[in-house]
């Protein structure tokens, strides 16, 4: 065969496998009907369940649309997200000093009124909680109170957790005073390397909660930790943040979030009559973050709390551990928790008469590859009808 008839026979099937091709349909292992009930314009969209995301891939790439006659739907996903917009500042530092309570001083001159709600305040130190106190002036002589009491830490684990941001009431002071308290077992007064400040604007993308069921509270004296743990329900969910509900009324503490997909996994037993033999061990958990919540009331009586917890990880877990650092502080008590999760969108073009299916579950599946992701670069500013999914089934016509 010439050079030339290959590859025309290679754009025609590209083009077919582009254009909506049949597939073998016994691959996949689970099905569900989508119906749409409003008057559908050109674009339908579904928003993909947590059933889903339990028996896809990790790259969604078996997601398939399939019409009546056996042939694929082009469809385009898409995800929304939060975005942040962030200004740095690079203040003066000023003052540095000590006073008799071991407590250390310093002043940033921002040079004018400037906006900002975030700062970061960076000390020596390996394994410490410290108390901060921020103020603030436009004439560096009358100082006012912006946050009376948060608290950086660091643990060193084998992560090295650190936590040196401090959330403030928005202000356009252009002195800020930083005063850091050291730990009463603190020998050396810490030492102020940096101070950075910011002005952070989110705007938060939709999302969705998703139930988080409590299988195990323990309190570990040794270590000063609360730990709790929960099941997620569904595998591979893509969980963007996790709040708590605490019934304490003023607190400060460092939370570690880790997460496994499993409790127990089969380990191979090496052994002399080569029968394969397997020991139940347990899963280890993973660390995905530590960050830091809070309830207080200020000098003025303004409440402030910080119970959401960002999750950035590349990983998704079925169980989650919440370990709280109590230091030598009573235990807080976590009334319940919650995930959030952005889920995934597939929007595709709406054809009158025919019925479509979602075929999910095949590990071999290439990825799809369709002429509308040209046509649609920015789909999530498609206008388009909202599909709804039946619930998902075993595929009747799948491989045993």
Not at 38 to 48: F, I, K, Q
Not at 65 to 78: E, F, S
Not at 139 to 148: H, K, M, P, Q, S
Not at 154 to 175: E, G, M, Q, V, W
Request: hydrophobic content about 35%.
């Amino acid at each position: 065969m010439s050079h030339t008839k290959t590859l025309f026979l290679s754009v025609l099937l590209f083009a077919a496998i582009c254009s909506g091709a049949s597939i073998d349909l016994a691959k996949w292992q689970y099905t569900a009907v989508l119906t749409v009930e409003d008057t559908p314009g050109e674009y339908c969209s579904l928003t993909l369940s947590p059933d889903i995301y339990n028996v896809a891939r990790t790259d969604l790439a078996d997601i398939r649309l399939i019409d009546r006659d056996g042939n694929q739907i082009p469809y385009v996903m898409a995800r929304d997200e939060d975005r942040t917009e962030t200004v740095r500042y690079n203040p003066a530092i000023l003052n540095r000093s000590t006073d008799a309570n071991g407590n250390v001083l310093a002043t940033l001159d921002f040079g004018g009124q400037t906006v900002k709600n975030s700062i970061e305040v960076e000390t020596a130190g390996e394994n410490f909680r410290r108390a901060v106190k921020v103020e603030g002036s436009n004439d560096n002589a009358e100082l006012f109170t912006i946050v009376d009491r948060a608290y950086i830490f660091a643990i060193s684990d084998k992560n090295r957790h650190r936590f040196s941001t401090i959330d403030l009431p928005s202000n356009d002071y252009r002195y800020i005073r930083i005063t850091v308290s050291p730990m009463t077992a603190e020998e050396t007064k810490p030492a102020i390397n940096e101070i950075r400040a910011f002005k952070i604007e989110k705007k938060p993308a939709q999302k969705q909660i998703v139930e988080m069921t409590q299988t195990a509270h323990t309190e570990d004296a040794n270590y000063h930790t609360s730990n709790y743990v929960y099941d997620l329900k569904f595998r591979r969910l893509p969980v963007v943040e996790i709040e708590l509900n605490v019934d304490d009324a003023s607190f400060y503490r460092c939370v570690t979030i880790q997460g496994r997909d499993a409790v127990t996994q089969k380990v191979k037993i090496d052994s002399e009559d080569n029968r394969q033999r397997f020991s139940e061990v347990e899963v280890p958990w993973n660390t995905i973050t530590a960050d830091a919540i809070y309830r207080y009331t200020d000098a003025a009586g303004k409440k402030y709390e910080r119970l959401i917890l960002p999750i950035r990880w590349r990983e998704t877990y079925k169980y989650i551990r919440v370990v709280v650092s109590n230091y030598d502080d009573q235990p807080i008590t976590i009334r319940s928790a919650s995930a959030k999760m952005i889920p995934h969108k597939i929007i595709f073009p709406f054809a009158a008469n025919r019925q479509t299916k979602i075929y999910v579950g095949n590990n071999s599946a290439g990825h799809p590859q369709y002429d509308l992701a040209r046509r649609l670069v920015n789909p999530m500013q498609v206008k388009t009808t909202q599909a709804a999914l039946a619930a998902l089934t075993e595929n009747p016509a799948a491989e045993k």
